[in-house]
């Protein structure tokens, strides 16, 4: 296994366009998190899957910001109407998440938009 | 308030210095405490994970807990220039799902 593995890397965009990211999990790892993590700070919690259910949202996941998962496999996130504010790193984890504990993370190497 | 606070640095020391890196939370509802390395322009990597109180080694690396202060710490003994890189604590727990709340992360230089 190759690890969590993210597309695109870079993302350049206008504002006010929309854009997709795409997080590939860990084969068999049933949970899957959005965080976004902007200069100088830590990741930030966006959402976070259990199989195809989303069970969180942060309130920072604006009516702009909508995630998806699939058949539990790999996941999309997608911002509409784009801000520059949006410019941050957007990273995925995964974890076997099999229990009702808290499991080890796994990180992606992240997407980088920058909006113009 | 933030729930994690952790000093942003930077922390510069030289080749073979032991560091010590802290982090403090309010949230005594905290079980889980992790901390990751995160390398520029890369994602984070997990180092140590810990459950409740207690002290946890790994190599070069210790993390100890202390629930009671509310305080966690990551040792590096023989520090290498390849240490260089920023450090995340980060923490979840019995908090109604499972979100991690991360610290802004210290950044840590070893001079060779």
């Known amino acids: 296994d190759t690890g969590v593995s993210q597309n695109p890397r870079h993302k350049i965009t206008k504002r006010g366009q929309n854009v997709t990211f795409r997080c590939d999990p860990i084969?068999?790892?049933?949970?899957l998190y959005w965080y976004r993590q902007t200069l100088g700070q830590g990741p930030e919690f966006l959402t976070y899957f259990q199989n195809e259910a989303q069970l969180e949202k942060s309130r920072l996941l604006s009516d702009r910001f909508s995630a998806e998962r699939p058949k539990g496999s790999f996941s999309t996130l997608e911002i509409q109407r784009t801000e520059q504010g949006d410019s941050a790193m957007y990273l995925c984890?995964?974890?076997?998440?099999?229990?009702?504990?808290?499991?080890?993370?796994?990180f992606g190497p992240g997407t980088r938009l920058t909006v113009l | 308030q933030k729930e994690v606070e952790q000093d942003p640095g930077p922390l510069s020391v030289p080749e073979g210095a032991i560091v010590s890196l802290n982090c403090t939370y309010s949230?005594?509802?905290?079980?889980?405490f992790m901390w990751y390395r995160q390398y520029s322009r890369k994602g984070p990597e997990l180092l140590m994970y810990t459950y409740s109180s207690g002290n946890k080694e790994d190599g070069r690396f210790t993390a100890q807990v202390d629930k009671s202060s509310k305080y966690i710490s990551l040792f590096i003994r023989d520090s290498q220039p390849s240490d260089s890189a920023t450090y995340l604590c980060?923490?979840?727990?019995?908090?109604?799902?499972?979100?991690?709340?991360f610290g802004a992360g210290t950044r840590l230089f070893v001079k060779a």
């Open positions: 084969s068999e790892h049933n949970r």
């Open positions: 984890a995964s974890s076997l998440g099999t229990g009702f504990d808290t499991d080890t993370q796994y």
């Open positions: 949230n005594s509802a905290f079980q889980y």
């Open positions: 980060a923490m979840s727990g019995n908090t109604g799902g499972f979100k991690t709340i």
